[in-house]
């Protein structure tokens, strides 16, 4: 059975930095596509950065880019998202997903093939 557990989320102050992980079992990720959104209540679950599988070809939403850092160890089947001058408007649930399919619109929500439960990020002003 596939699956994905995110870890990292807390509270932190604008400004500062989290880190979340997400820890893959039941797959190889080394071929998988691999990717970070997140949703607040109410609202559809947003792309924030993506991965290629060897890790070369990376993916962020404008209002992340510059200030998030997505990253992968496949040797330990896991995948990162760094998160430094965090602002109030980061404050979601962050998930992981995963995807075989490399000609898949990569910020869409229907691209990903697996999904862990999320993690909450809470930003204080």
Not at 57 to 85: H, P, W
Not at 86 to 105: G, I, M, S, W
Not at 110 to 115: G, I, L, P
């Amino acid at each position: 059975q596939v699956y994905l557990g995110e870890s990292g989320g807390g509270l932190v102050q604008a400004g500062g930095s989290r880190g979340l992980s997400c820890v893959v079992s039941g797959l190889n990720i080394s071929t998988y596509a691999m990717a970070w959104f997140r949703q607040v209540p109410g609202a559809e679950r947003e792309f924030v950065a993506r991965i290629s599988a060897a890790g070369y070809i990376l993916r962020y939403a404008d209002s992340v880019e510059g200030r998030f850092t997505i990253s992968r160890d496949n040797t330990k089947n896991a995948l990162y998202l760094q998160m430094d001058e965090v602002k109030p408007e980061d404050t979601a649930v962050y998930f992981c997903a995963a995807t075989l399919y490399y000609n898949r619109v990569y910020s869409r929500v229907d691209s990903y093939d697996y999904w862990g439960q999320g993690t909450q990020v809470t930003v204080s002003s």
